[in-house]
């Protein structure tokens, strides 16, 4: 009897703290404290966007996560990190926690994500970009909700409109063009300059060829083209070698005398401007004219102050340091002159300076001189009278000149003016009048004019 009651007690107390113990077990039961973070990175919402998910739940041991569009759309992990999305739209994720206790809880965010926005835009120059400019504007812009268009010196000079048309630029220069887009949340910016270049002006002048500067026929010319913002060139020309032209800068020879025109027509696709403008040409007299020539004595010349040799086709007289500057056979004369008494003087041939102080000249060329009329004995003579009245070369072609030992003879300055007659190798015949002797010491000078024909 005493063990029946002893067992039956013993079971009575396992009852009891079976129950207690379960009792225990549901009031210690871990509740889930369930939350999370998500965060764009960079605060940019333009797609491709990275997304940060921190988890900052409590009380939970397991972790399902959903993350719909994402470049991976679940995960287990506590932490499941950074989140790809690649396409615009409105994205969930969604996290389910529990723990071993059975409790379970969830959590959603939804966002939304923008198109990638990427500013940009092409502008096409209607016609060409002379002035008067249009522009076509071309947004090319791609996830951007508004426009804010700046056009520096155009007409209109802003424009919200996402294709604002056709743009006027009247101002030569560089302009330019700012496009600001935005999508609500983001700005993005693009500059870009066009150039526009000066407007249609036509102008032109010419430069005469330097054997032609006086202008006697056949004159040679070189056009000066300043036009600006052309594109083609119509030349037209009167009584000259070639009519027309389509070169910018051509060159043409005149061929008879009187006034002559010379009209540009001009165009840049848009518009079209023509100006005319006249040269007055005069009967070739084949003959080339200089005054106040100065020829210098020995010293003059060695001092390189006043030269002695002259070139009628350069039309320069040369010292003994400068005539290499010019070919041999340029020199036409060349005087030698002993001192400023003038008591010796005479003109020799550029290839006979063996009766000078003056050293041989390389590539010299012979010229016929009479130094002294009056003791030439020869059949052509020349006054200083006639040699004023000359204007063409009728009178120097019918001279007939022979070189003699007497015409070589020196001269004085007993006689002025004094006439000396020459001719060339190639064949121009010409004449010097000694104006004046010139005392100045070591630099003295005698001053003439020739005549010489041009060929």
Known sequence: MSILKHTAFSCFCVLIVCFFCASCSKEQAVPISLDFSISIVDDDYSVPVKVKVLNQTFGADAYSWTFSGADHETSTSKNPGTLVYSKLGTYTIRLEGSNKDGEIAQKEITFTLDAAVVVDFDTEIETNNFAPASVFMYNKTQGATSYSWTFEGGTPATSTQEQPGVVLFTTPGAHRINLVVENGRETHELEKIITVVEGLDVAFDWDVAF?????????????????????????SFTNATTSTSTEENPSVTFTKEGTQTITLTVSNGKETKAISKTIALVANTNLRTFTNVKFGINTAHHNNMIGAFFSATTREVYTKESRNTVKGNAIDLVFFGLGEDFSFNKFVAPDDLSSTTFPALENAQHTRIINSQEQCMCASTLSAVEFDAITTDVLLHNLHLTETNGGALHFTAAIVPRVVLFQTADGRKGAIKIKEYVKDGLNSYILTDIKIQKK
């Open 211 to 235: 054997q032609d500067d006086d202008l006697q026929v056949p004159v040679s010319l070189v056009m000066r083209n300043s036009s600006k913002g052309v594109l083609t060139y119509q030349w």
